[in-house]
Each structure stands twice: as C-alpha cells, then as structure tokens.
C-alpha cells in the first residue's frame, strides 16, 4: 500500500532540473519580492531586464490557502496583459468538480482553457514504495485532435532520485539522476536525445552534470558543464532573513575570444 501522496508530473525528475536551472541568473537582472498579508494572502511581484535588449517584463501573483477546505486559488497578472486564475482542490473524496486531486498513492491535476480551443490538459502520476509513473495529455476540443502526449517514470529515495522522461508526443527522451551525497553537497546529471534534430549534429544527445556545495547555512556555489563546452557559474548569498542575493555567469569554453559569455545577478526579498 502507498504511503505518501506522490508529486505533479511536473516535478518528476525536479531536484535535477532544480539542480542544473535554477541560481544561475545569466543574461538578465531580476527583483523578486514576496509578501504575505494578515489573512495569509501571498502577493509575489517579479521584474526581469533583459541585458542584451533591455525588455523588462513583470508579474503579480497572489496565492490564497484554505486549509480546512483543502483549497488553494492562485491568481497571475502580467505586463503583457495576461490575467490567469488556477483553482486546486484537495484530498476531497465528495467533490464532483476540481482541477487538483491527490491521495495516498495518487495525484493528478486537470484543466480547461476556454480562451484556446478550448483546451483540456490533464496529468497524472501514481506510486508505490518509491516507484513513480505518470503521464500528461493536451487535447483541442475545436480541432478534436491531441495536441501533445507524454509520460514518465521514476524512482526515488531520501538520498537519490532517477527519472526518465518521453516528452513533446515522444520526440525527445531524457533521463536523469540525482544524489545528495551529504549535507554540504549536492550532484545530478541528465541527458536529452530529441529525435527530430538536425541530421547530422554533432551531438545529438545533450548532456549536462552540475554540483551544488553549501559553504555555510547562508552561501553556497554551483557549477555545471554541458557537452557543448558551455561552463556555467553560480553563487547565492543570504545577506539575512528574507534578503537573498545570487550571481552566475556562463562561459563558452569554445568561444573564449568572441562576446558569447552572459552574466547577470537576482535579488529576492521576502517579508
């Protein structure tokens, strides 16, 4: 029998994904602050400068929880005047209508775009003993055809995780790994083989391994190489409570003479 509810198809394989994306804030400046206000509403505003175009985009997004309801609505607002609104229901075995359901063993997500076809989107991911399968769908209801299809499987332990993955209507194949090897030290790797390339590249598969290392409770750095030669660089500082600031950069080791290098720097502040 499942002891725990399993994670979205979506976090399927995240703690590499997290590994090897996130804290590396390259080719753009960005501000982050979240708030959360007395009747535990969360507000979260986020601006981006692009520094090779200077394009700044931004978002407001507020989160209310109602725990004894199992309830949670998010609702997003951004500079390019898109206005979404995402409804979650959980753990109610009553309810008829709901976008998010999750048991011991079982967890799925559905929803329905009426502004794009409309469009229904659904996932779903089942486990047990640490094993993990799941799948995700997209179907156009004005064009009656799916739109895209994929699924996945995974494996994970307190200290490890592997997934791998069959995704854009199986086009492209990954598969990834993580490991925390201690409490200071963090490494993951994944390869993407995506079936429609260009004939002849010279990698058809991608590869990319990272490490994360805490030098304290308030600073770590990250590192991480591709098989294209391309070496990115992270460090994130906690300069207090709520205040985080981060730095990285990517170097291509292929191009040491030309201006293909990005850099760029985050702050986060939360109250």
């Given at each position: 029998m499942?002891?725990?509810?399993?994670?979205?198809?979506a976090d399927l394989g995240k703690s590499t994904n997290d590994l090897l994306g996130k804290d590396f804030p390259v080719g753009h400046t960005k501000l982050e602050l979240k708030t959360v206000a007395p009747n535990g509403v969360t507000f979260n505003?986020?601006?981006n400068k692009d520094n090779k175009s200077g394009h700044i985009n931004g978002e407001l997004k507020t989160k209310y929880v109602d725990y004894k309801n199992g309830l949670t609505v998010t609702e997003a607002w951004t500079t390019g005047n898109l206005l979404t609104t995402q409804i979650e229901l959980e753990n109610k075995k009553n309810a008829k209508v709901g976008v998010h359901y999750k048991q011991l063993g079982f967890n799925t997500r559905a929803y329905l775009d009426l502004f794009k076809g409309p469009t229904f989107t659904g996932d779903f991911v089942v486990g047990r003993d640490g094993?993990?399968?799941?799948?995700?769908?997209a179907y156009d209801f004005e064009g009656k055809y799916i739109t895209r299809f994929a699924a996945a499987a995974g494996y994970t332990a307190p200290e490890y995780s592997v997934a791998v993955h069959a995704t854009n209507s199986f086009k492209v194949f990954s598969a990834s790994y993580y490991h925390r090897i201690n409490a200071d030290l963090e490494a993951g790797g994944k390869a993407v083989y995506d079936s429609k390339?260009?004939?002849g590249a010279k990698a058809p598969v991608a590869l990319e391994v990272g490490a994360k290392y805490y030098l304290d409770r308030d600073a770590f750095v990250k590192a991480k190489v591709n098989n294209a030669g391309v070496v990115g660089l992270g460090y994130t500082q906690a300069l207090r409570k709520?205040?985080?600031?981060?730095v990285g950069g990517l170097v291509d080791t292929t191009k040491l003479d030309q201006a293909a290098h990005k850099v760029g720097v985050s702050f986060v502040f939360e109250a």
């Open positions: 499942a002891k725990s509810v399993p994670v979205p198809f505003v986020l601006g094993f993990l399968v799941g799948g995700d769908v390339a260009e004939k709520g205040v985080k600031v981060s």
